[in-house]
């Protein structure tokens, strides 16, 4: 009997030991099986400067992404060439095309459940990841106040418009590794032709598609859309967002869109598709969204339509996306492969080091990333060097464009450079949760299976709940 | 009389099976479909979640459903078995997972059970509210502790995180506790009087007297952790490790034809196990029978 | 000499049994506190606290942010009516097709087989047979068409929790089925002998006999029936997503929603007037079951 008393009181013990050494976070993580990070205790907020990364003790740095990447593959051979004593560990989710969205999803949950942990990896890709909330939370390090204090961070050799442009909360709270440009392509032969006053630099939604009507009137060629390659719901997600304080009222948790404004909004948007002033279509059109990835890639876009045959060709130019009222004329991007600092990360100086590093002249310039690199001396050498080469070969593998050379000059460099410097509007990467019940619901509307009031009605329902969460 | 009694066993049989037949509507489509080609499949099945775009002129239409296969093929069954042998890997980690912790339980559970049951000792009802709030807190929030304590003991990417946690829920405490709690004491007074220390008595006496209730808990402990999905997920790092459930936590537009195939693979344990399991679940106790 | 100084008054108050009990309950007590007592109390403190780690105390901060939420009561009524519908609806029906299936019925062990089948199928064919049916293009809209009627949207109208409720019909009358049975089982044939020789009818017998024997299994298929209308949640999430209509806005898409953007906060206030809430339903449930027991003791 008493041994059974002994028994019983042991195991409490040893239960309540357990549970008193989980409430002071002090233990040795067990470096064999878990790969993160130590532990620390130390509070947010006292990252400010992180000092010089040691050059003697031994430290692992685990850097997370979603895909596997050559770029930050070279960047850790590179790295781990000038520093001996660091270990970059890559980790990243083993799918197939099948199961990505289950990979995905284990991979947010799994990031988040670590960081909440207090665990976690010390440098994480964010582009999948809900960074605003981890931002919230203070689970990332500032990167201004780093780049403030940090004497060797040379802010003039990076494009600050697209840092500052990405700064929120009055801090970075991740660095990109490059990032692309949004714009119009336009047919610029037709554009002068028409004599319509096109305004891109300031020209809002609602303006542009004032400015389409006029257009249309211009076409050259039958069943021409002014504006081609949107689909009626993400142009209808565009004009709300034009106008989104008329429609979501977030303060107070209210939703506008059982309203005549809106109703006129889809009919709005319905009519300039039925009379073909926009389109989903990119074959015959005035004006293309675009995505630049490179000068490159600006020129090939540019020129390819000089080359199109039967007498169909022009010139092009690249033209700013319409933007919300009231915002001063800058052009559109979007960051690619951003990168947060754990705040709880025990190696943070070396981490900060290692970013420093992928953002430097050496990777960047190599670098076989897409996108333009945030290292502007890097972007300035490669154009230069494009420049002196002084044309570029089309990728397409076959039809009329196969093996053309496009010619560049210097306007065209300085045209890009505009957009560049001015581009301080950033586009997320995952759109936000009122955009998709947007773009989700009013499919149906379009395809006329449901009526505006429908649609309207259960856009009204999902928004709310979002907005009162 | 015993006509009567004939006929009501019929129609009784033949109404259960009429529902019997809706109930396994999905399992029967799941079945034959898996029986058809991908093409057909994707013929059958390529409208759903699509809205015909009735503006630019295209027409309306349904879902083909079909119960018969126009084509009997074993394709599915070839590729999920033969071809993709992550697919039969995945099966044995489920059964690697699953086995350790329905033993697991069944033997802890049932010791406890015995004490909240049968046995007077002081907080026992305070103790067994405790049990059953935490069969309460939905997995969100024991997600971060759980994490820590996982990380904490070493077990993180290993299939223990699972089946510990798996081992000691309340669940089978709870259950077996109701079932024993049947058992008239006097049974274990007669025991006692005879001499039988505690132990005796639970594997002599209340053991068999709570089969039923330990092939229910059984079933219903492989239905399920059959089917979790949460914990691999956070728990398990490697793709190699995961378990089918995960797998077919998701639909993938793309392998819509295997997932029929797979889906039958996925639920054939689970039939077996029952149809072993019933002859217990139905084993009538008659105590007179038993003596002391 | 000491040992037993310091036991003896311990051993008074734990009563008779006291030491046996401890043996019996060790192993489970072991595994129990740290996989699930630790994380539970954590939870719990955690919904007082404005952070995972470092966190400091904020007494009812949290709480009151959850009231202030619109979406958190509309996702609690919406699961109150879910649950205190269905479950009884659900109870009903598995203690009939126990009761039926008990008897020596033709084929009865496939009989039975055919109402658990629906726990072993996979999350992902749930969805799809959801899909077949319920889908805009679905059987359900093509039937409708086929009577000159409108389609309809259905997991976007208010008929979606009914689409809800059968599927968690469909899924769990088997499970409380198998319950019920072993609840059967375990009443003993004697009383109903018994009865029998006292001439009691059937209605009288399954009064006085079948019911009140069932009290232990019953209190257990309701809580578990409670738990299992929030596991519904798997399937309703792949077909509507994070938001869906308004309807079937339920607590746990509220919490999931809080975990995906990290707001332990609300979500663990959120869990934790949850439990209370069944916690008071299952203490009234608790005391009825005590007077059984004595009656059986």
Redesign the interface.
Known sequence: MRKAFILLFTFLYMITAAACSTGAGNGNGNAAQSPQGDQTTKPPGQGETVGAPSTTEKKTVVFSTFFPDDFFKEAKQKYEALHPNITIELQSIESDDANLEAALEKFVKTTNTALLSGKGPDLIEMDQLPSGDYVAKQLLVNMSELIENDPSFKKEQYFTNVLDGITENGGIYGMPMSFFLFGLFGNKDLLEKSGVNVDDKTWTWSQFADTARELAMHTEEANQAVLGGSMPEYTLTQFVNDQYANFVDEKNGKAKFETAAFADLLAQVKSLYDDKVVSGDIRSIIFRLAQVNSPADYIREIRQSEFMPNNRDFKSKLYVKPHSDGLKPGSFFRTYKTIGLNAKSTVKAEAWDFVKFMISEEMQSGSKSTGFPIHKASYEKSAQELLKIGKVESDQPIGPMKGQMFEITQRDIDDLDWFLNHAIYPVQFKPSKIDEILTEETKAYFSGQKSAEAVAEIIQNRVTTVLNE | MRGLALFRKLTLTLVMGVIAAAMLFPIAVTFTNSLMTEDEIGYNYHLIGKMADIGAGEKDGFINLKLLPDWISFRQYAEVLVHKPKFLHMFWNSVFLVVPIIAGQVLVASLAAYAFAKLRFWGREKLFVVYLMTMLMPFQVTLVPNYMIADKLGLMNSNSAIILPGIFSAFGVFMLRQFMAHIPYLYIEAAKMDGAGHLRIFYRVIVPLVKPGIAALVVLLFADNWNMVEQPLIFLEEAMKQPLSLYLSRINEGARGVAFAASVVYMAPMVMLFLYAESYLVEGIQLSGIKG | MI?RAC?GK?GR???????????????????????????????FV?SFQD????GSFVGLHNYEALQA????R?AAVNSLMFTGVCVPLLIVLSLWLAH??????????W???????????????????W??LF?????L??WL?SFHVE?M?WM?SDWSIGVLAVVYI?KN?G?NM??F???L??????YYETADIEGAGKFHKWIHITLV?LT??M??VV?MSI?NS?KVF?ETY?IAG?????RI?ML?H???????????Q???AA?VL??AC??LF??VM?VIE?R??SF??
């Open positions: 040992a036991f311990a108050l734990l009563r008779k049994d006291g030491a046996a009990a401890s043996l019996f309950l060790a192993p489970s007590l072991t595994g129990f506190a740290v996989f699930y007592i630790i994380p539970f109390a954590m939870g955690y952070s995972t780690i470092g939420s619109a979406s958190f509309k039926v299936l008990n008897q020596k019925l033709f084929i009865r062990n009989l039975q087989s055919a109402f658990v089948l629906p726990l072993a199928v996979p999350v992902a064919s749930v969805v799809m047979i899909q077949i889908d805009w293009n679905g059987i809209n093509e068409n389609r949207d976007k469909w009358i499970y198998v319950l049975l072993a609840g089982q375990s009443i003993p044939k004697d024997y232990p299994t209190f257990f809580l738990i929030f798997r792949l994070d938001y869906p209509h308004d806005y746990q509220f919490m999931n929603n809080m975990f995906l953007s990290l707001d332990i609300k979500l663990t869990a949850m439990v069944i916690l299952v203490s608790l005590r059984f027991r059986m003791d």
